[in-house]
C-alpha cells in the first residue's frame, strides 16, 4: 500500500506541477489576446485544449489530496512532527490554494473570452 500512497503523492504533486503551468501559459496567452485586435484562427482551439488540461489536472489535484488526506496522519504527519516541517506544510498549502484559485479564475476568464463558444 505505501507504494500505491508514493505514486498517488508523486502524480498529485504533478498534477499540481501542470495546473499551475498550464494556467500562466493561458494567463500570458490572455494578456497576449488582450492587446491585440484580431484573435487569430487557432487561438480558441488552443485555450480549449489548455483548458481541457487544466480541468483534469484540477481533478487529479483534488481526487489525489482526498486520497493523500485519507492517508496524511501515517505517511505524511507523523515523520513531519518534530523536524519542523509543519509549518511548511501549512504555508504550502496557503500558497497552491492561493495559486489553484488564480488559476480557476482564469481559465474561466479566458476560455470564456477566446475559447470556443
Do not use: C
Not at 52 to 60: K, M, T
Not at 61 to 81: D, K, T
Request: charged share 15%; net charge positive.
Amino acid at each position: 500500500m505505501g507504494i500505491v500512497i508514493m505514486i498517488t503523492n508523486y502524480f498529485h504533486d504533478l498534477s499540481v506541477a501542470l495546473l499551475a503551468s498550464n494556467v500562466l501559459v493561458i494567463y500570458f496567452l490572455g494578456k497576449y489576446l488582450d492587446k491585440r485586435v484580431i484573435v487569430p484562427d487557432f487561438m480558441p482551439e488552443l485555450i480549449h485544449r489548455l483548458s481541457i488540461v487544466s480541468w483534469w489536472a484540477l481533478a487529479f489535484v483534488l481526487a489525489g489530496g482526498g486520497f493523500r488526506a485519507w492517508f496524511f496522519m501515517e505517511y505524511e504527519w507523523n515523520p513531519a512532527v518534530g523536524n519542523g516541517q509543519i509549518a511548511a506544510l501549512v504555508v504550502k498549502h496557503i500558497v497552491l490554494v492561493g495559486v489553484t484559485l488564480f488559476g480557476v479564475i482564469v481559465q474561466l476568464r479566458y476560455n470564456k473570452k477566446y475559447g470556443k463558444n
